[in-house]
Structure formats: C-alpha cells, structure tokens
C-alpha cells in the first residue's frame, strides 16, 4: 500500500449509499494531525451506524477560492485537483459526517473549516425556499452533520453552527462533542465593553475573501464603502487576503493600526477557512488598543442568516485584542460580481450606494454601533407571500437565468447534474 492510503483504507466506494452490505454509513473528517482514531471511535460509539473515518492530515486539501465553477461551468465537480475529490465520493454514498477539528478562537479552526468550505460541489447553484428560508437546492441526498472538537470550543456557538450548516445540507445536527481534554469557553456571547476611541482619520481595511480582489463581491463593496469615507476626509489602505503575498503587509497594518474593518462574505454559515488562517498568523498580544469592525455578506439576502457570522464576529474582537465596533451585516451580494451584465448593474448600483452612505455614516460615528447600521441589513425573513410564491414562481425565474450564465460560462452539462 502505498503512503497515504490510510487516508482513506477502510471503505469501498459502492454507487448506491451506504457501505457494501448496505448498511448505513458515516464518514469521519478527522482534520486533526496524530492518530485519534481510539477516542473518535470510543465517542462514536453508542451512534448505532458505521463510521469510517478519513484523516485529511495527511491529504492534500487547498481551501475554497470560491471561484464558483462547481456551480456554473463543471456542475459538481471542484476545480481544485486535489484530494478533496476523494471527500465528495465519499459523502455521495455517506448518511452524513463528522468533522473533527482543533479549535481556535472558540470555533473550529482553519484546517477543519477548509473540509467544509469544499462542500459547495454538494449543493448547486438553483435556490428554493426549504424549512421557510432560501437554500441551495441538495445535488445529492440530505446529510447529517455534527462536530467533534479539540480544545477550547465555544460549545454554544458551534451547535448553532452545526445545525445550521446541517439543515443546509438537508439534514440534522448529530451533536457537538469534545474530545477528552477539551474545554467549552464561557462566554458564548462575547459580550464588549465598548471603550471610547477618537473618530478615525485612517483606516486599514481587510478584504476577507478567498475570491481574487478582481471578481469578488467584497471588493466591489469595499469600494463603494470607501467613496463614502473619502468624501468625509478619511484615508484608507486595503489589503486583500485572496493574495498571500499581502499577507506580511496586513499583518502589519492590523497590528499597528488603531482602526480596522474586516470586511468578508458568508462561507458555510462563518468566516472563509482563509480568512480564519490569517488571523491564526497574528501576534497574540497587542502593543496599542484598536477597534475592529466588521462588514458582512452574504448570498442570500435574508438577515437572519448572516446572525450566526455576526455573534461569532463579536466574540472574535476582543480575542484579537481589539475593542468590538460593531458588524455591518448585509445579504443579497452574489451578483455583484457580474455588474458586466447591465442589468445586473442596474440592479446592484443601489445596494452599492448605501454601501457608500454607510462609509460616510462610519466616518461620522467611528463605528457600526449605530441606528442606521442596524437598519441597514433590511428584512430578517423574506416576506410570508414572497416564500410562498417563491417554489411556485420565482424559482423558475431564477433557474433560468442560472442556466444563461452557466452557458455563457460555456457549462455543458445540467446545473443539477450528479458527476458520482
Ligand atoms: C464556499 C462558499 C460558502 C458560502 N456560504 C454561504 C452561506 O453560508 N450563506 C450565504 O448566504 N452565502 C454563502 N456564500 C455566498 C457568498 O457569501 C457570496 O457569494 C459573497 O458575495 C461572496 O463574496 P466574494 O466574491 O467577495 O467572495 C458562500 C460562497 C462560497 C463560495
């Protein structure tokens, strides 16, 4: 055998679900380095289905760049030619998994959400109303998911997290469990004490996303934000986390700085994997106070869903050593990206200027703190009528301009193709 193929020894792949008697099955993403096989077993073990578990440490697992080609060109199917492959056919014959991770920041850490961030292929692109909010539709079947962690793990946090992402994915949460010598952080809720900090005159922003600065949608955010602070005098430098080679940089400004916004998209219900392994990168202790803010979007235009990402923001400040200055939250960015298309543009260049006014709304106030912060992200839920109609009417109005921009991406296949 050669090395490495106890990543993934103990199952034969069979085309229908379960293992080759037919029996359930449940995989084990074990991201954690060392063998833990004894202790994931000995917690697994009064679940009643077969688990076969995969330790990723020794795969080789890139993170989402989020470059949307298991959607709109290769249905299914990642553009990263890694192992992770491996991982899809897995979960194609899989009731569900676990993740087991090593936790940092009180949530799992980055190489735990990387196995997650590459889930997308398991959804696809159309939306439909499902549990009364807007979901990708499964390409698969449902699966199960829950969350096995090493360390100090904000416990409350993470069930949330992993009903969350289950019901994504169609299924239910099987519980959030710590390995023996873990721990659960108190404070759930990250509550701040909000300390005075001058108005800004500069401020360093962050693009969290792992999309490149020219097709995300954070960018096009952040630059219709920064219209708004320059108009009131404020200087600004932006580094995007999409490109390593800023990474040095970044890492500087943020430590040096007194002002700072993270601005970064929803991936799977919390921050992108690489946004998460940036801040792993930081200094633990900090030399001045700072106030940390955030900008947060997402697909879905729904604010409820983005609540999740916004407790975990505000508990993550004052990790960082950083006063909480609060999170603008925001759905509905997907299109920005395709502002090429007119009517896109005609439809995206209001949400860009608020984005704007609430740059100038930051210049005034130093913060998100604010009224008009809080009304920005809009309704919580779409409407009764609007979900209701939305299975009915909407969804096919929406799939069809789905299919148009596969097929200018040159998508041959159907968007709800099943490649394994
Ligand atoms: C891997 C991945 C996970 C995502 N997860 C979510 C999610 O949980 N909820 C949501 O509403 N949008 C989600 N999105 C959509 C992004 O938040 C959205 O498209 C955003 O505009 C991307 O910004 P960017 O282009 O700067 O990366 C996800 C996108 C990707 C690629």
Known sequence: MKKGDSRHASATL???RGNDNGEKMTLVLNTLEGDYSEQIKDLLAAKGSEVEIVNTAE??????????????????????????????????????????ADTKFGFIDYRGKRVLDRLVPMLNMYIEIRDGWERHQLRYHPLNFGVIYKGNGNKELLEEWSERVAMNLGGHSLGVF??????????????????ATPLPEHVVILNGSPRVKKNSNTNKIIDSFSEGLQ???????????????????????????????IALPLFVE???????????????ERKQPAKLSFILHSGFDEGHQLRLGEKFLKTLAPQLGCSYGGTLVKGGSFMLRMRDNSYIKKMTDKMLATYASMGLSFAHNGNFLT??????????QNPWLGRSLFNLVIYRIVKRNFDRFAKEWGCTRPLDDKPY
């Open 371 to 380: 009224t008009d912060a809080q009304k920005f992200t809009g309704s919580e």
């Open 14 to 16: 069979s085309t229908s």
């Open 59 to 100: 795969m080789k697992i890139m993170h989402c760049a989020g470059c949307n080609i298991c959607w709109l060109k290769t249905p299914g199917v990642c553009a990263i030619k890694d192992d992770y492959e491996i991982i899809l056919k897995k979960l194609v014959v899989a009731d569900g998994f676990w993740v087991v």
């Open 270 to 284: 919390c921050l992108p994997s690489l946004l998460f392994e940036f801040l792993s990168t930081l200094p633990t």
């Open 178 to 195: 710590a390995l023996e010598e873990s721990q659960t952080s108190a404070n759930a809720n990250g509550d701040v004490t909000e300390t």
């Open 231 to 261: 108009e009131a005098g404020i200087t600004h430098k932006l580094y995007s986390l999409s490109n390593r080679t800023e990474w040095d940089e970044a890492r500087e400004a943020f430590m040096t700085n007194d002002n700072i916004i």
